[in-house]
Each structure stands twice: as structure tokens, then as C-alpha cells.
């Protein structure tokens, strides 16, 4: 079964920066398509970023990723150890929020609900 294991965040005053890491489990990557997501108190789920895990392309400017995130949130994977980071720059309070990866097998520009797997997420706490 597949399984995603996010790790990495914690609390960061506003200008520092994190890494977060999803560790998948139960599936390859090459052919899926894994997404970072994040959801703040009161507010909806929303795209940060997304990957290919066949070719490494990466979307972070789609109508389904936010562009502002594209220019400090960067996405990368480490197919051999079947792991996907966000690399997060000049954060900002208002990036407060869980943030969850998951995969999806029929791309990243695609409704949220094609993204079939999640995990449990982790925190990220900016602080001003």
C-alpha cells in the first residue's frame, strides 16, 4: 500500500528556511506524480508544488500550483531513495500550515481529489 511520511517542519521566524521531506513507501516512483500541499487554520487545501517521478518535471506556476510559491518553494526528488523535498525560502507567517504530500497517477495538473494518497502532514509555524 502506498504510504507518505512527511517530515521537516517546525517553527522558523519569518525570512528563515525549511526543507520538508516525503518519505514514500509501497510504490516507485517513476510513473506517478507527487504533490505538495498545505492547508492554514480555516482555509482550503491549496497546490504548492508538484513532480513527475519519471522525468522530474516539475509544476510550480500550473493553475493548479500558486505561481508566488514557485519563486521561494522549490521541488525535488531523490527517485533511489523514494523521497521528494520542498525546499522553503523567505518564508512568511502566512505560510503557517500543515503541509501534506501525496501522489497522484494521472499528472499533476489534475483535480485534488485524482491525488488518491496522503499523508499525515507536518507543521511549518512561521513566526513574525
Known amino acids: 500500500e502506498v504510504q507518505l511520511v512527511e517530515s521537516g517542519g517546525g517553527l522558523v521566524q519569518a525570512g528563515g528556511s525549511l526543507r520538508l521531506s516525503c518519505a514514500a513507501s509501497?510504490?516507485?516512483?517513476?510513473?506517478?506524480?507527487i504533490g505538495w500541499f498545505r492547508q492554514a487554520p480555516g482555509k482550503e487545501r491549496e497546490g504548492v508544488s508538484c513532480?513527475?517521478?519519471?522525468?522530474?518535471?516539475?509544476?510550480?506556476?500550473?493553475?493548479n500550483y500558486a505561481d508566488s510559491k514557485k519563486g521561494r518553494f522549490t521541488i525535488s526528488s531523490d527517485n533511489a531513495k523514494n523521497t521528494v523535498y520542498l525546499q522553503m525560502n523567505s518564508l512568511k507567517p502566512d505560510d503557517t500550515a500543515v503541509y501534506y504530500c501525496?501522489?497522484?497517477?494521472?499528472?499533476?495538473?489534475?483535480?485534488?481529489?485524482?491525488?488518491?494518497?496522503w499523508g499525515q502532514g507536518t507543521q511549518v509555524t512561521v513566526s513574525s
Open positions: 509501497g510504490f516507485t516512483f517513476d510513473g506517478y506524480f
Open positions: 501525496a501522489v497522484s497517477t494521472s499528472g499533476c495538473v489534475v483535480p485534488t481529489s485524482d491525488f488518491g494518497s
Open positions: 513532480i513527475s517521478g519519471s522525468d522530474g518535471s516539475t509544476y510550480g506556476g500550473s493553475t
